[in-house]
């Protein structure tokens, strides 16, 4: 049997003697496509990569369940000082009992079961970084569920990735710009990232930057901050063998030491990278739009069939 939730500061106290933890929601189906359980697999290793702990809905299978194995994988391999289990799933006692007692998966888990699904929700936020996976309605549940949290006070504002793996969340991310255009929302500080170079980058700089947000402005600004400059780190990362704290540190004594023109220079440089990676993702926007109408016409096409058939 796992362990019985404790009260919530309870619980905050002793998560925070672990370092930062990293929430994952994602689903508990695999999807069709590889990619989707290769990629998951990977966050996890990035997860122990990055000295961090991961917290989880607890699933043995899925996306969370390759979320999860990779952690251990990536745990055992560094031969960790620290042999507490590297991750913590949250359930409730009804869903535990789903999940087989000899799963080695589930063993090497530390277990806290929460009394109901709003506890188990909101000691998952608890965590100090939250990542969106590909998922479904549950995903989508939190994701909606962490937002409404946020906007209303509920929620300590926090850094929110979304893992946009083979652009699974394109149409997502569009309906939650519409809404906050059309104001019937505030701006969420989502960070998007498209692969796993990306999120590592995203992790480290969380990492060299990360504070509590005072209010959502601030969290908005400071992930508008990071998403315009990761690009920039990217680029490099890409065209040499330097590391995102290196660079990072290049960064800042220029801002600090720069003359004016270098100063000037490496803005240009960070809205050049900036733009080149907005411009990559409006044609991957326009490819999907394309695929999108041409569904749309197959359907019609179909349905004009129909209506001749009932007509004659």
């Keep these: 049997m796992g362990t019985i939730c404790p009260d919530f500061n309870t ?3 002793q998560n925070k003697k672990d370092g930062i933890r990293v929430f994952v929601a994602g689903g508990s189906r695999a999807g069709n496509d590889e990619i989707y359980v290769e990629e998951a697999y990977n966050l996890g290793r990035k997860i122990v990569k990055m000295d961090f702990k991961l917290d989880f809905g607890l699933s043995n299978k899925g996306i969370m369940g390759a979320v999860a194995r990779g952690v251990l994988d990536k745990f055992n391999e560094k031969q960790c000082l620290d042999k507490t289990s590297p991750i913590q799933g949250i359930t409730t006692e009804e869903y535990y ?7 080695d998966l ?3 888990t530390e277990v806290i079961v929460a009394k109901t699904l709003e506890e188990r929700k909101q000691k998952l936020l608890a965590a100090d970084f939250v990542v969106f996976a590909p998922g479904g309605v549950g995903t989508l549940d939190e994701l909606a569920y962490d937002c409404v ?5 509920l929620l300590d504002i926090k850094p929110f990735i979304i893992y946009n793996v083979n ?4 149409h997502l991310l569009e309906f939650l710009k519409a809404i906050s255009q059309t104001g019937f929302a505030d701006p969420v500080p989502f960070i998007v990232v498209d692969n796993n170079e990306e999120l590592e980058i995203a992790f480290r700089l969380l990492k060299l930057r990360y504070n509590k947000c005072e209010n959502s402005k601030q969290a908005y600004a400071n992930a508008r901050q990071l998403v315009y400059e990761l690009p920039y780190f990217y680029k490099l990362k890409q065209q040499k063998n330097v590391f995102v704290e290196d660079i990072f540190a290049q960064i800042e004594n220029v ?3 720069g003359t004016v023109q270098e100063k000037q220079t490496l803005d240009d440089e960070i809205e050049t990278a900036y733009l080149e990676k907005e411009i990559e ?3 991957d ?7 999108d109408t041409s569904v749309v016409s197959d359907k019609l096409t179909r349905l004009k069939l129909r209506k001749k058939k009932v007509v004659k």
């Design 281 to 283: 993702r409006m044609y």
């Design 255 to 257: 801002r600090i030491n």
């Design 285 to 291: 926007r326009l490819a999907k739009t394309g695929k």
């Design 106 to 108: 589930i063993k090497q």
């Design 149 to 153: 949290a946020m906007q209303d006070g």
């Design 11 to 13: 619980f905050i106290e």
């Design 167 to 170: 652009g699974f969340f394109h």
């Design 97 to 103: 009992k789903l999940y087989p007692s000899d799963d």
